[in-house]
């Protein structure tokens, strides 16, 4: 599986948009990008996961670059609550090892 | 929708005891994970059931820690004897595996092991 560089550390404002980056400079062909989020004393939750094209949802939005080799995710207006610990994750659907790096801990700031 | 079920959600233990976990997947979902996340990193790959058969366990330390699924539904993990090193959180989590899932996985509220 390939490996993913983040952050140590993000502060956002309250209501402004996060961008969170990932570099996944080895990631291969058939591997998906997925990002997870932990907030403090809670099991890790799904965000959001793409290949190629720049996918969205109800939480947040992941833009992929051209060559796939790096992402950021984005959410839109940070509230309080955001304030998680966030992963990104790169392995081949319904194969290969779940490998959490110790992914960047966002603070958003009232 | 019921999510994963983990019991107990701490515990305290001497070193050299004996300690075990239950894992309670969501229905229906056939792959069943155990992390272990030491404090301040991430989550790291115990053990992967597909059903009742195991997929990898290559980062799990066989001489101290076992874990099964029988019937391919609930799971236990056990650490005989405890170390020091061992204390961290216990996380589970499964996922639907098959030709065209994507491999969301959904994540119990862990364990907290404290050895002493």
């Known amino acids: 599986d390939a490996k993913t560089t983040q952050p140590t550390s993000m502060d956002c404002a309250e209501g402004r948009a996060a961008n969170l980056p990932c570099n996944h400079s080895?990631?291969?062909?058939?591997?998906?990008v997925y990002w997870y989020r932990q907030i403090h004393s809670q099991g890790p939750q799904y965000i959001i996961h793409?290949?190629?094209n720049n996918e969205t949802n109800e939480m947040a939005s992941l833009i992929i670059t051209e060559d796939r080799k790096s992402s950021t995710l984005i959410l839109p207006h940070a509230t309080l609550r955001d304030t998680a610990v966030y992963y990104c994750?790169?392995?081949?659907?319904?194969?290969?090892?779940?490998?959490f790096g110790d992914g960047t801990t966002l603070t958003v700031k009232p | 929708e019921a999510g994963v079920a983990q019991s107990p959600r701490y515990k305290i233990i001497e070193k050299r005891q004996s300690v075990a976990f239950w894992c309670n997947p969501i229905?229906?979902?056939?792959?069943l994970y155990w992390y272990q996340q030491i404090l301040g990193q991430g989550p790291k790959l115990l053990i992967q059931?597909?059903?009742?058969?195991?997929?990898?366990d290559s980062q799990l330390p066989k001489d101290r820690f076992s874990a099964e699924r029988l019937k391919g539904v609930d799971s236990t993990l056990k650490i005989q004897p405890a170390k020091l090193e061992d204390s961290a959180v216990y996380l589970c989590?499964?996922?639907?595996?098959?030709?065209?899932?994507?491999?969301?996985?959904?994540f119990g509220p862990g364990t907290r092991l404290t050895v002493l």
């Open positions: 989590a499964s996922s639907l595996v098959g030709t065209g899932y994507w491999n969301e996985q959904f």
């Open positions: 080895t990631i291969s062909g058939n591997e998906y």
């Open positions: 793409g290949l190629k």
């Open positions: 994750i790169v392995f081949h659907t319904n194969a290969g090892k779940s490998t």
């Open positions: 229905s229906g979902h056939a792959t």
């Open positions: 059931f597909q059903n009742n058969g195991v997929v990898d």
